[in-house]
């Protein structure tokens, strides 16, 4: 079956770099949730789309930015990086807004240097 | 508002032995509650969830939860570990109204010993 893709895997940028994060969720699915993991941390909200429209916001900074795109894949876009923004970045889709699994994706390790 | 609490960040249980992760939770409205496994350096899988239907919930690799309303509880058993068992156990909860977002506890991290 057709997991979430996430690109990509691992990512190194340097601090005040910017970085973009894809998720492709599974055919079908029309929601996307954003969450960080720092090291040692439970996962942490950030961000979730609906039909291409933002339905929640979490302890997103304001230097990130995500959107939905047409075809339900989603961007996280990261600007002016700090260090403390290496984490592993997980992106998980789910169909309908009113459904109760996610399905996760595999996750793209940012390392800020 | 949801919350989740794990009792116990590690957990040391020996090859055969039963396994217990404790979960706790708080919900002001009826939750849906997961146990997601997560070995080093890979993503979140689901090993079982709650959703209303029935209260002893069975899952994948042998584990089962029982949700206790009177308990806020959700525990994450299997009868007899096996080595290939250790890893990360998060416990989490979500809304069943508005929206869905997962709330995680702070995880367990399982260790299994020969």
């Known amino acids: 079956a057709a997991g979430v893709i996430q690109s990509p895997r691992h990512l190194i940028k340097e601090k005040r770099e910017t970085a973009t994060l894809k998720c492709y969720p599974i055919p079908r699915h029309d929601t996307v949730y954003w969450y960080q993991q720092g090291p040692g941390q439970d996962p942490q909200f950030l961000i979730s789309f609906y039909e291409k429209m933002q339905s929640d916001k979490g302890s997103i900074p304001d230097r990130f930015s995500a959107q939905q795109f047409s075809d339900y894949h989603s961007e996280l876009n990261m600007s002016s990086l700090e260090l403390g923004d290496s984490a592993l970045y997980f992106c998980?889709?789910?169909?309908?807004?009113?459904?109760?699994?996610?399905?996760f994706g595999p996750g793209t390790r940012l390392t800020v240097l | 508002a949801q919350s989740v609490t794990q009792l116990g960040s590690h957990v040391s249980v020996s090859e055969g032995a039963l396994v217990l992760l404790r979960c706790n939770y708080s919900s002001s409205v009826p939750p849906y509650l997961f146990w997601y496994v997560q070995y080093p350096n890979q993503g979140l899988q689901l090993l079982l969830k709650?959703?209303?239907?029935?209260?002893l919930v069975k899952g994948i690799n042998g584990f089962e939860a029982e949700f206790k309303k009177s308990e806020t509880s959700f525990h994450l058993t299997k009868p007899s570990a096996h080595m290939s068992d250790a890893a990360e156990y998060f416990c989490a909860v979500s809304a069943t109204s508005g929206t869905y977002k997962y709330i995680f506890g702070t995880g367990t991290r399982l260790k299994v010993l020969a």
């Open positions: 998980a889709s789910a169909r309908g807004a009113l459904t109760d699994t996610q399905y």
């Open positions: 709650y959703t209303s239907a029935a209260t």
